[in-house]
Nanobody, 130 residues
Framework: VQLQASGGGLVQAGGSVTLSCAAS????????MGWFRQAPGKEREFVVA????????????DYADSVKGRFTISRDNAKNAVYLQMNSLKFEDTAVYYC????????????????????WGQGTLVTVSS
């Protein structure tokens, strides 16, 4: 699968932005998806992830503590896309945001570590001005 992240830009602190990650290739619903970010001079870190839904089981989500209550991940399997709604942005949210994917069995939970993903997008920069 190939991933294309978009939606980044310059936003004021307290503002909102929605990132999109478009996936190409078949069976998008078979992939778990995640967002990671890398701030200047720092290591890449986990932000949020969404797992695979199962039979009568909704997809699980997992959020980094730093973004809980402010960020929301969602996926639209019909559109082969995952979204990251970012609200109440802070200066420290400034980073390049990467979407990631990995093929997993039905019902696989959200995964919050980098080595859990084989496919990565190119990243989109979000700059929060104070």
């Amino acid at each position: 699968v190939q991933l294309q992240a978009s939606g980044g830009g310059l936003v004021q602190a307290g503002g909102s932005v929605t990132l999109s990650c478009a996936a190409s290739g078949p069976s998008f619903s078979s992939y778990i998806m995640g967002w990671f970010r890398q701030a200047p001079g720092k290591e890449r870190e986990f932000v949020v992830a969404i797992g695979r839904s199962g039979i009568r089981i909704a997809a699980t989500t997992d959020y980094a503590d730093s973004v809980k209550g402010r960020f929301t991940i969602s996926r639209d399997n019909a559109k082969n896309a995952v979204y990251l709604q970012m609200n109440s942005l802070k200066f420290e949210d400034t980073a390049v945001y990467y979407c990631a994917a990995d093929y997993r069995p039905l019902g696989w939970s959200a995964t919050n570590y980098e080595r859990g993903y084989d496919y990565w997008g190119q990243g989109t920069l979000v700059t929060v001005s104070s």
